[in-house]
């Protein structure tokens, strides 16, 4: 067992290293942090942060919360809603649960790019 | 080599399947007794053993699936929209998750839980229940084929198809006269066919 973590030690003080001075180099991150002193800089605003269980909205509600965003699999409000929406204040209780995006979005391409024929008439809560 | 014959198959005790299960002995010279047939020719040639080789591999994996799951969740907190919530994120660490998933089946097989599967002292490629507590998942060594999974259930019911069946073959009569169907392209009232002379 010493002889594996021994060898896995060597192998990732060789591997993390070299990898991530490739991504730094060879990727956009250096060229962000020269540019705006940080490597993971996108055009879209930081929210503040969560709390852990109290709800906050942000402007398009995704994770409210810290256990209701990666503590939740809603796959009831799934089948009920299989589809997502754009809503800012009216929206399926699956878009603040991550784990259940993750599930939907990898399970059916439908699920984002809904053609406007599935839109309901009545509007989801 | 895997004492799985057809008499085997046949046999009325199906429940020997089970005790009769051994995993494929490795092409490069191990036995099942634990030793090597060629002396460790190889391991004094400095060849690691394969099942050092790919604990390093899942390891990595591993470690790159659970860290693209961490991204997520760590984008998802940072930017709290929900269309950071993408399971495209992922998808560079597809083949670790998909290992993992393997690896949690086979973990949930009968066969591995009765012990049959998982001695990893022969070298063996079904060897992961005598790997270190601390690697959990990542002791187990890929692939796992089908025909490894194919020793209880199955058999029960059936011989898996490993006994050719007779079927009934049908060979369809051919129509000779048709050609080409450039042949046939002629307007018959105008110009009158092949077919059509021939019927005068």
Same mark, same amino acid.
């Given at each position: 067992m010493f002889s594996t973590i021994r060898t896995l030690a060597l192998y990732g003080t060789i591997f993390v290293p070299v990898v991530a001075a490739a991504c730094w180099t060879l990727g956009p991150y250096g060229s962000h942090y020269r540019q705006s002193g940080s490597a993971f800089v996108t055009n879209q605003p930081v929210s503040p942060l969560p709390h852990l269980i109290e709800k906050t909205n942000p402007t398009r509600p995704g994770l409210t919360s810290v256990?209701?965003?990666?503590?939740?699999?809603?796959?009831?409000?799934?089948?009920?809603?299989?589809?997502?929406?754009?809503?800012?204040?009216?929206?399926?209780?699956?878009?603040?649960?991550?784990?259940?995006?993750?599930? !939907?979005?990898?399970?059916?391409?439908?699920?984002?790019?809904?053609?406007? !024929?599935? !839109? !309901?008439?009545?509007p989801s809560s | 080599m895997r004492g799985h014959r057809r008499g085997q198959l046949a046999s009325p005790r199906p429940e020997s399947?089970?005790?009769?299960?051994?995993?494929?002995?490795?092409?490069?010279?191990?036995r099942s007794d634990g030793h090597r047939a060629d002396g460790g020719a190889r391991l004094a040639a400095g060849h690691a053993p394969a099942a050092r080789r790919a604990t390093l591999g899942s390891v990595l994996l591993t470690l790159a699936a659970l860290g693209y799951v961490g991204f997520v969740a760590a984008y998802a907190i940072q930017y709290r929209d929900f269309s950071v919530m993408k399971a495209i994120f992922m998808l560079a660490g597809l083949l670790g998750l998909v290992m993992l998933f393997i690896d949690g089946g086979r973990r949930g097989h009968p066969l591995h839980a009765a012990g049959s599967i998982g001695d990893g002292e022969d070298g063996g490629r079904l060897q992961g229940s005598r790997a270190p507590l601390?690697?959990?998942?990542?002791?187990? =060594?890929?692939?796992?084929?089908?025909?490894? %999974?194919?020793? &209880?259930?199955?058999?029960? &019911?059936? =011989?898996h198809g490993d006994v050719l069946q007779l079927v009934a073959v049908r060979v369809a009569e051919e129509?000779?006269?048709?050609?080409?169907?450039? %042949? %046939?392209?002629?307007?018959?009232?105008?110009v009158p066919s092949r077919d059509f002379d021939a019927v005068k």
């Open positions: 256990v209701d965003g990666l503590l939740t699999f809603r796959y009831v409000d799934l089948l009920r809603h299989p589809r997502n929406t754009q809503g800012r204040r009216v929206y399926p209780r699956h878009r603040t649960s991550v784990w259940t995006q993750v599930y !939907a979005r990898t399970h059916s391409i439908h699920f984002d790019a809904w053609p406007p !024929a599935w !839109a !309901a008439r009545i | 399947h089970a005790r009769d299960f051994r995993p494929c002995p490795p092409a490069d010279g191990a601390f690697l959990g998942p990542l002791g187990s =060594e890929l692939p796992y084929a089908p025909q490894h %999974d194919a020793a &209880v259930r199955p058999r029960l &019911v059936g =011989e129509h000779r006269r048709g050609r080409h169907p450039g %042949d %046939d392209d002629r307007p018959k009232i105008v």
